[in-house]
């Protein structure tokens, strides 16, 4: 793949394995900041109220790599790790795993739990819509109103699209740029001298 290229999750359907009584559902969605891992699992737990536990697990491989898995109260290492151990071995990543378990009244014991969230997590991920995902560098620019012409034409020049641009007291617009197309900021800033830069860092 090429550099800052990544898999991840495009769209996921619920996956649902039973045991026992025991009904498990796996869920996944794509995340890119733990803001969205914290909204998610909120979102999961209104959508099911009653449910026994939510265990899940999460990966993100850019721009830094980072992993967390829980439990939610089951033994330890019976639920978060497989779930974690499934998003592994699809080798995607900025991805969330839970799965939702309704107790059936009959325990199943470590070596059941973890087959059965293990299997959970597998069903989802394996029916999942893979994509390919970019990170650009993302770069907030504002101008005053004389030089916005000029920054466009120059931007429309060199083939470069401006993009969320919003007029209010000056012109601000975000620039998303591949690695090999990275602008001189220096000699940008030269050419015209009242605009503003903000590196807003790698963004898939």
Same mark, same amino acid.
């Given at each position: 793949?090429?550099?800052?290229?990544?898999?991840?999750?495009?769209?996921?359907?619920?996956?649902? /394995?039973?045991?026992?009584?025991?009904?498990?559902?796996?869920?996944?969605?794509?995340?890119?900041?733990?803001?969205?891992?914290?909204?998610?699992?909120? +979102? /999961? @737990? !209104?959508?099911?109220?009653?449910?026994? @536990?939510?265990?899940?697990?999460? @990966?993100?491989?850019?721009?830094? !790599?980072?992993?967390?898995?829980?439990?939610?109260?089951?033994?330890?290492?019976?639920?978060?790790?497989?779930?974690?151990?499934?998003?592994? +071995?699809?080798?995607?990543?900025?991805?969330?795993?839970?799965?939702?378990?309704?107790?059936?009244?009959?325990?199943?014991?470590?070596?059941?739990?973890?087959?059965?969230?293990?299997?959970?997590? @597998?069903?989802?991920?394996?029916?999942?819509?893979?994509?390919?995902?970019?990170?650009?560098?993302?770069?907030?620019?504002?101008?005053?109103?004389?030089?916005?012409?000029?920054?466009?034409?120059?931007?429309?020049?060199?083939?470069?699209?401006?993009?969320?641009?919003?007029?209010?007291?000056?012109?601000?617009?975000?620039?998303?740029?591949?690695?090999?197309?990275?602008?001189? /900021?220096?000699?940008?800033?030269?050419?015209?001298? !009242?605009?503003?830069?903000?590196?807003?860092?790698?963004?898939?």
């Amino acid at each position: 793949m090429l550099k800052y290229e990544f898999r991840t999750i495009k769209e996921a359907t619920p996956f649902e /394995w039973r045991d026992r009584g025991s009904k498990f559902i796996g869920l996944a969605e794509q995340v890119n900041s733990e803001e969205e891992v914290k909204e998610m699992l909120s +979102s /999961w @737990h !209104s959508d099911h109220p009653n449910a026994t @536990h939510i265990c899940y697990a999460y @990966h993100f491989g850019y721009p830094e !790599s980072f992993t967390r898995a829980n439990d939610d109260g089951e033994p330890s290492n019976s639920a978060g790790a497989p779930i974690l151990g499934q998003i592994h +071995s699809s080798e995607i990543v900025n991805v969330l795993v839970g799965v939702v378990r309704y107790y059936g009244g009959t325990k199943l014991g470590v070596g059941g739990l973890i087959t059965a969230y293990k299997s959970a997590a @597998h069903g989802v991920l394996d029916g999942a819509v893979i994509e390919n995902r970019i990170l650009k560098h993302e770069f907030k620019l504002s101008c005053n109103y004389e030089d916005m012409p000029h920054v466009f034409a120059f931007l429309k020049r060199e083939r470069y699209t401006a993009e969320d641009i919003q007029m209010e007291l000056d012109c601000q617009f975000m620039l998303r740029l591949d690695e090999n197309e990275l602008l001189d /900021w220096e000699e940008v800033k030269r050419l015209f001298p !009242s605009i503003e830069i903000e590196n807003k860092g790698l963004k898939g």
